[in-house]
């Protein structure tokens, strides 16, 4: 099957020259690591290559990004390091692994992701790598007793050698401290034949899976991978992964939290809020095919001839309970109580409402902001519990006429205890700015 679109994960196993050597139209990313594959976009037909990934400097790419990956269409192969090791743990779900080590961690010969691992230079200068995979030792001296290159007894006490020490500190002079001086030739005829490439499995079976794909063996053998009960990753997972961003060092944002910020500050945010739900109340209406009047009305079970609900009122100002036609209060208390009754996602589309916005930036600024005022307050600010964030943020809303339940609902809170959780972001650039609000007066 031919794939639309391409995209590996690599670094110290192999260079983007040398996979565009294989796949000259292939997108090339850095190792993979926690929410990356999120990142991106996919559409059915294409592939991910997962060769390295991250172990320490950041987390590991998760099983179940991969698996929505998978769910939204997409191929992901592994091989050669962190991919094969997924691959070999996510084979029955649909990741298809390629190669020798993919099929030593299939098998149950390795287990343990140091086996793969290495310690590596920085992206800039090409990830070179600073130690040897134990993987890669491994086949080195099975290939070398075949050969009478490397004695058996030699190659079966290096990698004992290696094994226990950290996969950081197999440089191969580490290893020479490591073994004895009989075993000394058998190391460099090691280093000479893994560092030129012969012996380097992780290498030659991240080749042989981008070989695969340009010949189309991108589907993952065997049956269907759906009977397989898995658990995804929520949609808020999903929508703060893929458009996570690093704005300072060590601090990230996701387009959930410029949200957040909107939601929180803008005042007239409860106006695209409402605009937003409506448009989508009306096209859940007419995929019914009805009216957005009838379809409310039926979802609510609610007379038009008889009185509001008490339960139902505090969803309202007191003007509108008293203005409203039966037809606007019932699509007005659909938005309010979207998630209890409705399980679409509003947040994309406000998203994408909000970047639209000439604003967009400064919002992102706003975060920015409130998490350089939350680093320098850090020693010096309790954050409350969420309960009592909630508390305290919504004076800002108080006004005659309407209730902390309306206010939270018209910024599509679902109640205290989310707004709170939003707002202890911001909790310490709020103090501020109350502050120096005061001060001005």
């Known amino acids: 099957m031919s794939a639309s679109r391409v995209v590996v994960y690599t670094g110290p196993t192999l260079s983007a020259a040398e996979v565009h050597a294989v796949l ?19 559409s059915p037909g294409d592939v991910a290559v997962i060769i390295d990934g ?51 961690y299939a098998s149950g010969e390795i287990d343990g992701d140091d086996e793969v691992g290495v310690l590596h230079g920085p992206a ?27 004695p058996e007894a030699a190659g079966r006490r290096i990698v004992a ?25 058998a190391l460099w005829t090691l280093e000479e034949m893994i560092g030129s490439g012969v012996w380097d499995l992780k290498r030659n079976d991240a ?4 070989r695969a794909i340009r010949s189309g063996g991108t589907t ?31 601090r990230w944002m996701s387009d959930l939290d410029v949200l957040d910020a909107v939601r929180l500050f803008e005042d007239d945010y409860p106006g ?59 699509r007005l208390l659909m938005v309010r109580v979207w998630p209890v009754w409705q399980s679409v996602d509003w947040r994309p589309t406000a998203l994408a409402r909000l970047r639209a916005d000439e604003r967009w930036d400064e919002w992102c600024d706003l975060v920015a902001r409130a998490d350089a005022a939350a680093e320098e307050a850090r020693h010096r600010l309790v954050v409350p519990p969420p309960a009592m964030c909630a508390r305290l943020f919504l004076r800002h809303w108080r006004r005659p006429g309407t209730s ?13 205890d989310e707004l709170g959780h939003a707002v202890r972001r911001f909790f310490a650039y709020d103090v501020r700015r109350a502050r120096e609000k005061a001060a001005t007066r």
Not at 24 to 42: F, N, T
């Open 24 to 42: 000259p139209d292939a997108e090339v990313r850095p190792p993979a690591g926690r929410g990356d594959l999120l990142a991106d976009h996919w």
């Open 124 to 150: 800039a200068v090409g990830y070179p790598a600073q130690t040897v995979a134990l993987v890669n030792l491994r086949h080195g001296c099975r290939e070398g007793a075949e050969t009478d290159l490397v």
């Open 220 to 250: 993952a053998p065997g049956p269907a991978a759906t009977e397989v009960p898995v658990t995804g990753i929520s949609r808020t997972q999903a929508l703060a992964r893929r458009t996570r961003r690093e704005h300072a060092p060590g």
């Open 404 to 416: 902390p339940e309306v206010e939270t609902a018209r910024r599509g809170f679902s109640g205290p």
């Open 161 to 185: 050698a290696a094994k226990a020490l950290p996969f950081t500190h197999r440089g191969w002079k580490d290893l020479e401290r490591a073994v004895g001086e009989e075993d000394h030739d």
């Open 207 to 210: 080749v042989s899976a981008l």
């Open 272 to 330: 695209l809020h409402e605009e937003v739900l409506s448009a989508l109340l009306d096209d859940l209406a007419h995929a019914e095919g009805t009216t957005t009047e009838a379809y409310a009305r039926a979802r609510l079970g609610l007379d038009d001839h008889a009185p509001l609900p008490p339960a139902l009122t505090r969803w309202f100002t007191e003007s509108e309970a008293d203005g409203l036609t039966a037809a606007d209060r019932n």
């Open 54 to 104: 991250y172990f320490r400097e950041r987390r590991s790419v998760g099983h179940k990004e991969i698996l929505q990956v998978i769910t939204e269409g997409a191929h992901v192969l592994g091989a050669a390091s962190m991919g094969a090791l997924r691959a070999a743990e996510l084979a029955p779900c649909g990741m298809r692994g390629i190669g020798t080590v993919y099929e030593m």
